[in-house]
């Protein structure tokens, strides 16, 4: 199962920087001119957890396989895309192939790259591209209650069902709120979600600053946090500069150049696990002398569900799972202590897993 998170933005504010620091690697054209991504470039990254070197020290494992994510560089968008300016129409589609946005937003001043829209306005720029979003959401929509009306006159009662929710939807982003926002009823969340809205796409800020302000952030990066903490988006500072010289150095060189630069982690660990957060992910573990593995799964997934993303059969022939907290597989130092005091729990089918529980899985043929 793949998880895509799209870095999206204003053409020259570093998404293609941003990405090639977080894939180590040089495939996205980083450059100082609008459209130098014209196809979305895809990075598998790894997500950062300690608790999988704990757990691989316990059960001795050979291996380790931490969770992955996907990133995807997509090219610049810009005032007009949803009427197909810039090749808005393309990168749009491209967005809609996403599960979750993270949008690079400029914080930093430099002369030697322009700016699209001739000011450095962090909070115009949010506009610009939010607004793009949802005017692309509203052509969608309408389009889609266009080809309901020949149905409406054949009194479709499915048909009429859409439509009117079609028109509670379009009355909601037309007064400027993105579709994430809106309360859906259980009934209708199948169809919200086949309608595939980029405004219902999990958000993330990402403010990309000069080297100085890695750490405290600037004026600029202030605005930001002020409007995501008012819009309930989560924000992340980088220097994307710095992140891309740190992710061509060594392990241990990385550690000695963070820690020259009074950082705890690299700001692409923040990013990755902030990624991993806002599509609402969480991570169970398999553990054993073979293998450490964590598998990443939606949160409030059911048991047999979860088995499915070791393989689709133990989903199918799911008996029930062996389960142990993560504090409980560290604090009996493994499967056997945990055992022996109790803290194995034998879960059925509508068991939901939670985030850090070490299972295995007894299924049938």
């Known amino acids: 199962m793949g998880f895509k998170c799209g870095i999206i933005g204003l053409p020259n504010v570093g998404k293609s920087t941003l990405f090639n620091a977080l894939t180590q690697t040089a495939n996205a054209q980083a450059a100082n001119y609008p459209f130098c991504t014209i196809e979305p470039n895809i990075g598998e990254v790894t997500v950062p957890d300690s608790r999988l070197t704990e757990l691989s020290r316990i059960s001795k494992s050979k291996n380790i396989i931490p969770s992955k994510i996907n990133f995807v560089d997509i090219a610049g968008l810009v005032k007009g895309a949803s009427k197909g300016e810039g090749l808005g129409n393309k990168f749009l589609s491209n967005i809609r192939e996403t599960d979750a946005i993270a949008h690079v937003i400029r914080c930093f001043e430099d002369d030697d790259i322009t700016h699209v829209e001739g000011k ?6 949010i506009e610009i591209i939010e607004t793009e979003l949802l005017l692309a959401d509203i052509q969608n929509l309408e389009n ?17 069902i859409i439509f009117d929710f079609i028109k509670e939807l379009l009355d909601f982003l037309n007064n400027g709120w ?3 926002s809106m309360v859906v009823s259980t009934d209708l969340l199948p169809v919200y979600k086949e309608f595939n809205l980029l405004t219902s796409k999990p958000l993330l800020y990402i403010c990309n600053v000069e080297e100085e302000s890695t750490i405290t952030g600037n004026i600029l990066s202030d605005r930001v946090i002020a409007y995501g903490k008012d819009n309930q988006v989560e924000v992340v500072i980088i220097s994307a500069a710095i992140e891309a010289e740190i992710s061509l150095l060594a392990e ?13 982690e690299a700001g692409l660990n923040r990013l990755i696990k902030a990624g991993y957060s806002q599509l609402d992910l969480i991570t ?13 799964i939606p949160n409030k997934t059911a048991a047999p569900k979860a088995a499915g993303a070791i393989h689709t059969d133990f989903e199918k022939g799911f008996i029930r799972a062996e389960t142990i907290s993560y504090d409980d597989f560290i604090s009996f130092n493994g499967e056997l ?12 089918k509508e068991y939901i ?9 007894r299924f049938s043929n």
């Open 178 to 180: 993105p579709a994430r």
């Open 284 to 296: 169970y573990f398999t553990s054993g002398e073979q293998e450490t593995r964590a598998w990443t």
């Open 337 to 348: 202590g945990a055992r022996e005091s109790g803290k194995m729990r034998l879960e059925g």
């Open 252 to 264: 241990d060189e990385k550690k000695e150049y963070l820690e020259s630069m009074g950082l705890n």
């Open 353 to 361: 897993v939670k985030d850090g529980d070490i299972m295995h899985f």
């Open 144 to 160: 889609r209650a266009t080809s309901l009306e020949k149905k409406l006159r054949s009194s479709d009662k499915d048909a009429v």
């Open 120 to 125: 450095l306005d962090p909070l115009s720029d």
